[in-house]
């Protein structure tokens, strides 16, 4: 039998590690497999007490001990959006590193979240029920919204959010509008097609007399963008100083509703 793991890239802080796990366990339950929450990178250095005393896995660390008791086939569940880097590069090479002690073996990579072309609609589903969440379910067509992610250097990565936003402008209707912003980007033309940056987007929005904005977040897991106290917050949090009649509400994050699970659980069930 396999050994599954659901990946994501990693983060230094705490919050990002339990959430995963929680997400693993529920997953678990949903599958009636052993899920292990796995972090490609970062999560090793946080102080396991902040972790019930249980240190984080992280991916070649994980994998080498696997092999070390005998385990050579995995399925690896990729917590990310598109096809980033750290999949397509970051993986393999953790994997041939392993195979020069311990020969080869099987890592299948199951899809990610949000396959092009097609995308995936229970994600935009997510977005929507988190939006009336932080609406308060009020009615939507005197606020504005804005899609944010991380932003990437690589243009497939933006496809998956303008795919995403043009899905979720289906399901709120013609009178919402649906914009797009990135929490950074490199500088340079080169980087044109991330779109604007968040802050410079807030504060052109309420320089045009928008009051009531909502920051839908494109992130799964809490840490030092997302979730409190994250970079997002602190961006929403000095254009409202900024501007004192506006009003930004964050939704949730993509982790929270369990449709995520679904949507991994779907992905489990087509690599066997």
Not at 121 to 127: D, F, G, Q, Y
Request: charged letters at 25%; proline letters at 4%; a negative charge.
């Amino acid at each position: 039998m396999p050994v599954y793991l659901v990946i994501d890239n990693g983060s230094k802080k705490a919050e990002a590690t339990l959430r995963l796990r929680e997400l693993a366990n529920k997953l678990s339950i949903e599958s009636s497999k052993k899920i292990h929450p796995v972090s490609l990178q970062h999560a090793d250095c946080i102080d396991s007490e902040k972790l019930n005393n249980i240190p984080a896995n992280t991916f070649y660390a994980f994998l080498k001990q696997q092999l070390e008791q005998g385990e050579r086939e995995f399925v690896v569940l990729p917590l990310f959006f598109g096809m980033s880097r750290a999949l397509s590069s970051f993986i393999p090479e953790q994997i041939s590193l392993l195979e020069k002690d311990f020969g080869a073996f099987d890592v299948n990579l199951a899809e990610v979240i949000y396959p092009l072309p097609d995308g995936e609609s229970k994600l935009a589903e997510i977005l929507f029920e988190n939006i009336k969440i932080a609406a308060n379910d009020n009615n939507l067509d005197n606020k504005k919204i804005v899609l944010v992610d991380h932003g990437s250097p690589i243009p497939q990565i933006t496809e998956v959010r303008k795919h995403v936003a043009i899905q979720l402008q289906s399901l709120l209707g013609e009178q919402v509008d649906v914009s797009q912003a990135v929490m950074e980007r490199r500088e340079g033309s080169a980087y044109d097609f991330n779109g604007a940056l968040l802050e410079d987007w807030l504060s052109e929005q309420a320089v045009q007399g928008v009051e009531d904005i909502i920051v839908a977040m494109l992130f799964f897991l809490p840490g030092r963008h997302a979730g409190d106290c994250g970079d997002i917050q602190e961006i929403c949090d000095k254009a409202a100083q900024d501007f004192p009649k506006l009003t930004i509400s964050i939704t949730p994050l993509i982790s929270e509703n369990d449709l995520l699970v679904s949507i991994l659980h779907e992905r489990l069930l087509s690599m066997q």
